[in-house]
């Protein structure tokens, strides 16, 4: 899956931690009207990252400011 859409959103104060960020993402990305297989699609890239900072960098790249 090819996702191209972003989302305005801002992560939690606590940096590096993917999961909170992850889920403040899905609330956000839910707001601007994902499809539930478009946030599975992000939640398993974070997921699978090797480490808290890449699964940010994930995050990042579905993010726009």
């Known amino acids: ?18 999961f909170a960020a992850l ?10 009207g994902w499809t539930d297989n478009e946030i599975q699609f992000v939640i398993d890239e974070v997921v699978e990252a090797k480490d808290d900072a890449a699964g940010m960098a994930v995050l990042a790249d579905y993010s726009r400011p």
């Open 1 to 18: 899956m090819n996702i191209r859409k972003h989302i305005i959103w801002s992560p939690p104060a606590e940096p590096g931690n993917r």
């Open 23 to 32: 889920a403040s993402f899905v609330r956000a990305a839910e707001a601007e």
